[in-house]
Every structure is written in structure tokens, then in C-alpha cells.
């Protein structure tokens, strides 16, 4: 059973900065490329960044872009979402998500599998 499980949220002020991690709980996961989303209360999730499975190509939300940045390390099926200069309009629920295509995968319904999201929230 594959499984994405997100860490690394929690409470920060303007400014700050936090980097999330998703582990992926199958190997070949590890391969497929990976994405972030973001979900506020009341609101549509939202794209925030993903990476293809080699590392290579990077796509950004406009709310992400210049702030955020995606990396990734296949060989500790990680991927990381390093995020500075936090606003509090950043509050959301994070996901993590997976997909085994390529292309510009800025849709989530091309994800296939997807984590339990970890909060995130930015104080003013």
C-alpha cells in the first residue's frame, strides 16, 4: 500500500521560514514525480510546486513563486518544500502528492496517490 506521509508543519511567524518533507512509503514511488498542494479553510485547494521524478524540472504557483522551492532526494524517497518568507495568507493544510506521468502536472487530479496534509500556520 503506498503511503505519503508529510512532516515538518506547524506555527511561525511573518517571515519565517519551514520546510516540509513527504516520505514515500514504496520505493518505486520514490520515482514517479511529486507535488505540493495547499488547501485554507473555506478555500479550493490550491497548486503550490512540483518537481519531475529526476529533479530536473521545477513548475511554482504564483503564490510560490520566488518564495518556495521544491527539491527532492530519490534515494531517501524524499521530497521537500522549503518555504521563506512566510505570509499569513500561506496558512493551509499542505499536501503531498504523487504521480507516475510526466508533463506539467499542476492539476491535482493527475496525481494518483496523495498524503494526510500537515498544517502550516502563519502568524502576523
Known amino acids: 500500500q503506498v503511503q505519503l506521509v508529510e512532516s515538518g508543519g506547524g506555527l511561525v511567524q511573518a517571515g519565517g521560514s519551514l520546510r516540509l518533507s513527504c516520505s514515500a512509503s514504496?520505493?518505486?514511488?520514490?520515482?514517479?514525480?511529486k507535488g505540493w498542494f495547499r488547501q485554507a479553510p473555506g478555500k479550493e485547494r490550491e497548486f503550490v510546486a512540483a518537481i519531475n521524478w529526476t529533479g530536473y524540472s521545477t513548475w511554482y504557483g504564483d503564490s510560490a513563486e520566488g518564495r518556495f522551492t521544491i527539491s527532492r532526494d530519490n534515494a531517501k524517497n524524499t521530497v521537500y518544500l522549503q518555504m521563506n518568507s512566510l505570509k499569513p495568507e500561506d496558512t493551509a493544510v499542505y499536501y503531498c502528492?504523487?504521480?507516475?506521468?510526466?508533463?506539467?502536472?499542476?492539476?491535482?487530479?493527475?496525481?494518483?496517490?496523495w498524503g494526510q496534509g500537515t498544517q502550516v500556520t502563519v502568524s502576523s
Open positions: 502528492a504523487a504521480a507516475d506521468r510526466g508533463g506539467t502536472l499542476i492539476r491535482g487530479d493527475l496525481y494518483d496517490y
Open positions: 514504496v520505493r518505486t514511488v520514490s520515482y514517479y514525480a
